[in-house]
């Protein structure tokens, strides 16, 4: 549970109070995503089985009725931002650094047509409302995908893309990568 902690921190960041981060469906997503991976990986063997699924009917409700699949199989660092609940599908092979943002209507997954690969994406990484990651490509470190962006090919630290498919539309120079702020769509430094 000390993923979700650092999930937590970064809501109470941006100035959430706790009733606010409470009542928060997207934080409930990501406890029960925490809890899954717990549950799979950690939990007693001997309630395991049980856990599993309880877990399951949890995960169904969070698809049929949130529109939330954060398949316990992924992997996501600690201090994940969901900024609206809602539309977040996940392949059960990706990867997800640590500091990430996810805005609503994110697909994260396979090109399909038999095509195989996921993307693996880095760290701060902030992806926008409707964007959609596909194939076996990588998303650098402090990265901005835009919104409504396909993106399906690999993005470079720091860059910002934008477009379908995406192309790059700013770049942070490298001394200001640890500025988490997100660079605005045609500014450059």
């Not at 076996?136 to 498919?165: F, Q, Y």
């Amino acid at each position: 549970m000390r993923d979700f902690k650092a999930d937590l921190a970064r809501y109470y960041s941006l100035g959430n109070t706790r009733r606010e981060v409470a009542m928060n469906p997207a934080v409930w997503a990501i406890f029960w995503y925490r809890l899954g991976r717990w549950i799979y990986n950690d939990s007693p063997s001997l309630v395991r089985p049980i856990l599993k699924g309880m877990h399951l009917l949890g995960a169904i409700f969070f698809d049929a009725f949130m529109q939330m699949r954060l398949n316990v199989q992924a992997q996501i660092g600690p201090g994940l931002l969901i900024a609206h609940h809602g539309g977040i599908t996940l392949h059960p092979e990706v990867t997800i650094g640590s500091n990430c943002d996810l805005a609503h209507l994110v697909t994260i997954g396979s090109p399909g047509a038999g095509k195989k690969g996921v993307p693996k994406i880095g760290s701060s990484v902030y992806i926008g409302t409707g964007a959609v990651i596909i194939g076996p490509i990588r998303i650098a470190d402090h990265s901005r995908i835009a919104a409504n962006s396909l993106v399906n090919r690999d993005v470079d630290e720091g860059v910002t893309v934008m477009g379908v498919p995406a192309r790059e539309v700013a770049r942070n120079p490298r001394s200001n990568l640890a500025d988490s702020r997100p660079v605005l769509f045609g500014q450059h430094h």
